[in-house]
Every structure is written in structure tokens, then in C-alpha cells.
Nanobody
């Protein structure tokens, strides 16, 4: 089972950019499609986007299309979420997980907090 740890969150002004990372020491990382999710206070966790095992195919939820980009470096066993043109409504804890479609499986990591100020 892949155990993932998120990092790189922080405080950024609206319109700014931030890149968060999802890393693992597990050996099977390269076999999995990895998804990014986020959870804002008082809201359910939602799917943000995902990337295929070989990095060739990505998908995004409509609210982040054109602003967020997911990439991966399988040699480093790391997936990245590049977030541009950030909005206050992007404020949330961000999590990554292996996915089938948009459905995560396995255990959640600690997440990384992204806060976008006006």
C-alpha cells in the first residue's frame, strides 16, 4: 500500500502561485494514478485532479481547469500540484491519494494547508 505525504502549502495572496508536493518512499508508486483532493473548513473533501501512472493523462475538476497543473517525477516518487491565479475559494487542506477514477483508496496523509488571502 502506498503511503503519501503532502508538503509545500502556505499563505499566498490572491492571484499568486504555489506548488505543493506529494511524496512517497513506497516501491509501487509508479504503478498508481494519483489524485489531488482538498477540504475547506466545514465542507466535504473534493476531487481536484489526477494524473496517470506514466504522467501522460491528467484530468481536473472544472473550477481549477486552466489554473492548476498536475505533474509527476517517478524517479523521485513525487507528484506536484502547481496552482496559479489562486483565489480565496482555493483555501483548503490539500491531500493526495492513489485513485481509481476519482475515487481515492488507502489512507490519507497529513495534508498541507493552502491559504489564499484577498
Amino acid at each position: 500500500q502506498v503511503q503519501l505525504v503532502e508538503s509545500g502549502g502556505g499563505l499566498v495572496q490572491a492571484g499568486g502561485s504555489l506548488r505543493v508536493s506529494c511524496a512517497t518512499s513506497g516501491d509501487n508508486f509508479n504503478n498508481y494514478r494519483i489524485g489531488w483532493f482538498r477540504q475547506a473548513p466545514g465542507k466535504e473533501r473534493e476531487f481536484v485532479g489526477s494524473i496517470s501512472a506514466n504522467g501522460a493523462v491528467t484530468r481536473y475538476t472544472d473550477s481549477v481547469k486552466g489554473r492548476f497543473t498536475i505533474s509527476r517525477d517517478n524517479a523521485k516518487r513525487t507528484v506536484y500540484l502547481q496552482m496559479n491565479s489562486l483565489k480565496p475559494e482555493d483555501t483548503a487542506a490539500y491531500y493526495c491519494a492513489p485513485v481509481v477514477g476519482v475515487s481515492p483508496f488507502g489512507s490519507w496523509g497529513p495534508g498541507t494547508q493552502v491559504t489564499v488571502s484577498m
